[in-house]
């Protein structure tokens, strides 16, 4: 595995419509487990592709750094969303910023996992927070594009480290 660089805001490739995966193989694997190893490193819950200059749909979250369980999602597609939930929200493409989001309580979602089996996975509260936040960076939408406010932030320390997406 290896550490990727993240793109940060500004970089016309945050803002492209990511292409499909059309077949998940060794080096798909691969990219997944670098962008895992980065999202760690860079102290994320979630990255996805672009933010690291592949423009595919996939990403990883893994929502409660607590728990082992990592999210590999490739080609993912909301099938059914509900409720609301306005949260904070930062990113690693964003750094020195947060915003105020607002987006689903609930979302049911289809994707490939690493294996390439089709999934469908239910997410609420946080975890369908990060699993929006992703998706949207395969549209070329950023956090600051839905927020109602956004606002500088000093280092992670004084903020209160919170969990960048």
Do not use: W
């Not at 999934?119 to 699993?131: L, R, S, T």
């Amino acid at each position: 595995m290896a550490l990727r660089h993240v793109i940060i805001e500004g970089d016309e490739i945050l803002r492209k419509h990511c292409r499909e995966v059309d077949q998940v193989t060794d080096r798909t694997r691969m990219i997944l487990d670098d962008m895992v190893e980065t999202m760690r490193e860079a102290g994320g819950v979630g990255l996805a592709a672009p933010q690291v200059g592949i423009m595919r749909r996939m990403f990883v979250a893994q929502p409660d750094p607590e728990q082992e369980c990592v999210y590999y999602l490739i080609n993912p597609e909301i099938l059914e969303r509900s409720g609301t939930q306005v949260n904070e929200e930062g990113c690693l493409s964003v750094p020195g910023y947060q915003g105020t989001v607002e987006r689903p309580e609930q979302i049911t979602m289809k994707a490939l996992d690493r294996n390439g089996r089709k999934q469908v996975y239910e997410f609420d509260g946080f975890a369908a927070v990060v699993m929006c936040h992703e998706l949207d960076h395969l549209e070329g939408i950023l956090f600051t594009d839905k927020a109602i406010e956004v606002y500088e932030v000093k280092e992670a320390a004084d903020a209160g480290d919170e969990d960048k997406l």
